[in-house]
């Protein structure tokens, strides 16, 4: 059962370099999120996808860029990396309809930019 | 903006010992979920209780919400070396067509054998 992947699980950038961050599941849902977490705070909704076609914005959207492959992929890209966007990134998934639904989590990428 | 504050920020506790973590929140829910980490791994659902239940149990966690203190307590019992960990409050609503949730800052616990 690998639920959802994320790939790479550790990259370091220069400031300025870009990059797509890649996440698929396998639970065949219909919400994929795009998250951040940084010390000493909750994770922070960067964009999520209600459902295959569809991207809307989160708390947290500037400097990303989104897309939902398909029903299984949705990746994030940073066209410009900045040391602010130094983090740990999670991927998430959850079924659509109900909200009463929990969100499976993949194990993250730590992204570091010098 | 975080909705949901954990309190303690850490916890310390021996092995068989209970742990209680506390969340409160600010606006009106669907349900509220609460989510532990490991170190360098994902977030892990734990138990999600709904906005009309007081109480729910899941195997040594116990998990309370009080909609008119806007409030919530995770309880586990006889707690393990193994329970240590991070542990997050989401609340959830459900707008614009997907389960939106907003997480606490979390309560680490360590549990020392």
């Known amino acids: 059962n690998a639920g959802v992947t994320q790939t790479p699980k550790f990259q370091v950038l220069k400031t300025g370099q870009s990059m797509t961050l890649q996440c698929a599941q396998d639970?065949?849902?219909?919400?994929m999120y795009w998250y951040r977490q940084d010390p000493g705070m909750g994770l922070r909704l960067i964009y999520y996808s209600a459902s295959e076609g569809t991207t809307d914005k989160g708390e947290v959207p500037n400097g990303y860029n989104v897309s939902r492959l398909n029903k299984r992929e949705f990746s994030l890209r940073l066209e410009s990396a900045a040391p602010s966007q130094t983090s740990v990134y999670f991927c998430?998934?959850?079924?659509?309809?109900?909200?009463?639904?929990?969100?499976?989590f993949g194990d993250g990428t730590r992204l570091s930019i010098l | 903006s975080q909705q949901g504050e954990e309190d303690p920020q850490a916890l310390s506790i021996q092995e068989g010992e209970n742990a209680t973590m506390n969340c409160s929140y600010k606006?009106?829910?669907?349900?509220l979920q609460w989510y532990r980490q490991n170190s360098g791994r994902g977030l892990v659902h734990l138990i999600l209780i709904r906005s009309n239940e007081r109480e729910k149990h899941s195997g040594r966690l116990r998990v309370t919400l009080d909609t008119s203190k806007k409030s919530s307590s995770l309880l586990i019992t006889a707690s393990r070396a193994a329970d240590t960990a991070s542990y997050f409050c989401a609340t959830a609503s459900f707008s614009g067509g997907y389960n939106k949730l907003i997480f606490g800052a979390g309560t680490r616990l360590a549990v020392h054998p």
């Open positions: 639970m065949n849902h219909n919400s």
């Open positions: 606006t009106s829910i669907n349900n």
């Open positions: 998430a998934s959850s079924d659509q309809g109900p909200s009463n639904q929990p969100q499976h």
